[in-house]
Nanobody, 119 residues
């Protein structure tokens, strides 16, 4: 059974940094496009950044220049380095794995991890 497990969240002051990690298991990690999403209280889940199985990373405008997504296929790990954190970054962050074939789409989610930016 595919599992995505996030870690590294917590409470940080504005301007601080956090590094999220997502450990994947029971899947061929390199086959999947990976991404980070977040959901703030009272808001819909939104895309933060994606990194394809082979290709360049993409970011939403709100995090460009502050967040960096990366992956280690050998370790089946996904990361999100978050710098210059702002209160608006407060949310539950989710790891996502997606793969589309000619037959079906495979999509998996982690359980989410809280990131709180507050003084």
């Amino acid at each position: 059974q595919v599992q995505l497990v996030e870690s590294g969240g917590g409470l940080v002051q504005p301007g601080g940094s956090l590094r999220l990690s997502c450990a994947a298991s029971a899947m061929i990690f390199s086959f999947f496009d990976m991404g980070w999403y977040r959901q703030a209280p009272g808001k819909q889940r939104e895309l933060v950044a994606t990194i394809p199985s082979g290709g360049n990373a993409n970011y939403v405008d709100a995090v460009k220049g502050r967040f960096t997504i990366s992956r280690d296929n050998a370790k089946a790990m996904l990361y999100l380095q978050m710098n210059s954190l702002q209160q608006e970054d407060t949310a539950v962050y989710f790891c996502n794995a997606n793969r589309k074939t000619s037959i079906r789409e495979y999509e998996y989610w982690g359980q989410g991890i809280q990131v709180t930016v507050s003084s």
